[in-house]
């Protein structure tokens, strides 16, 4: 048998099953069971987020009940849910086929429901097409139209229809999620691979199932998922190594963060890559300042949560916002930059000194002598 990847294995099936939209579900699961379900509704949010997971549940929540047929929804082959992408079926021709189908009656189901997927994407023409139909849809129709791009839908198109704006899902939601389906697949990772896993599928439940399945493919059966095979996998920059570089600039010591900087780099690590990972954990060390160590803002578990929390201690707020600022800054200029290694060196050695360039600051601010560092 085929393998299934992980993100079509472990889709949502119900409304009880949603993560990270459990409003949405709450609202349309409501106005079914109080018979208010309109005639058109348009989900917006980015990339794998449940849009399209929704859209089915919904549809199998109004045409469903047999067995065969919620499998047949929920795998995109209803003889009565038609799903479309309009990223490949955009043309005027395309919509006036819609038309014709619409009119009529669905085979086995209450309701003939079109999921149009990406539909931004319908050409001007191919829109004003849909919208006559949606004017004055037959009783028998439900339109369920996705969007990543909600300001390329004609106003009109959007005006006939129930909005709703999918959220990104949190990474500790992501993570959770995640370790529930470690145990199913009666696997172990470590809590810390998980959290990062969750990080770097910024709010989308799909890739950070991507994501797993990679590390998954990767290891031999019976091994437990670490630090050490994520790093390895993704080709992110070693944690301790960037701990070690934080460390050296907390020192005040530009020539050991500079040798922290040259060994990231010499290992193979993208640069961007780099400075992504930097400003990562400096957020986490800002918002452990701001907020405390046992913050949920703080996309840091077990041991990783407690090293953070101690080199934390080492710096405040606000120096940690300009640190974060400056390697943003730096990032966007190096891109387009002939010299990116020396603006990265320069970074990191301005980053080790901050402390001695803000105390010349006060003195030609006329704030007199320093005081001695300790």
């Known amino acids: 048998m085929a393998y299934t990847a992980l993100a079509r294995r472990y889709r949502s099936q119900g409304f009880d099953e949603v993560v990270g939209q459990e409003a949405i579900a709450r609202t349309l699961r409501n ?8 005639h058109a509704y348009l989900f917006v949010g980015t990339r794998g987020v449940g849009k399209t997971s929704m859209a089915r549940i919904f549809a199998k929540a109004l045409n469903g009940g047999d067995e065969e047929v919620d499998r047949a929804i929920m795998e995109g082959r209803d003889t009565d849910v038609i799903e479309i992408d309009a990223a490949s079926n955009r043309k005027v021709e395309d919509a006036r086929e819609l038309i014709a189908n619409s009119v009529y009656r669905p085979l086995r189901g209450r309701f003939k429901i079109y999921i149009i997927d990406e539909v931004h ?18 009783d028998h129709v439900k339109f369920i139209l996705a969007t990543t791009e909600p300001h390329k839908v004609l106003p009109t198109i959007q005006s006939r229809c129930q909005r709703f704006d999918f959220r990104n899902i949190p990474t500790t939601e992501i993570a959770r999620h995640l370790g529930e389906v470690v145990s199913k697949e009666e696997l172990k990772a470590e809590s810390d691979v998980l959290m990062e896993i969750a990080r770097l599928a910024s709010g989308s439940m799909r890739d950070g199932l991507s994501l797993l399945d990679r590390l998954i493919a990767a290891v031999p059966p019976g091994q437990t998922l670490d630090s050490a095979v994520l790093e390895q996998v993704l080709g992110l920059p070693e944690r301790t190594l960037i701990a070690d570089l934080i460390e050296a600039v907390a020192d005040g010591d530009p020539a050991k963060a500079l040798a922290r900087t040259a060994t990231l780099l010499e290992k193979g690590t993208d640069q961007d890559q780099m400075l992504d990972s930097l400003v990562h954990h400096l957020r986490n060390l800002m918002l452990i300042c701001a907020c405390g160590e046992d913050s949920e803002l703080v996309e840091l578990s077990g041991e990783a949560r407690a090293e953070a929390a ?7 707020a606000a120096g940690l916002v300009h640190l974060i600022a400056l390697v943003e800054s730096v990032k966007r200029n190096a891109r387009n930059s002939s010299t990116a290694r020396a603006l990265v060196d320069a970074m990191v050695v301005r980053m080790a000194m901050s402390e001695q360039l803000a105390d010349v600051g006060r003195l030609l601010a006329g704030g007199g002598v320093p005081a001695k560092k300790r």
């Open 121 to 138: 994407m319908l050409t001007k023409d191919a829109f004003n097409t849909l919208l006559k139909v949606m004017e004055e849809p037959p």
């Open 31 to 38: 106005a079914i069971e109080q018979d208010r379900v309109g």
């Open 310 to 316: 101690k080199l934390a201690k080492r710096f405040d």
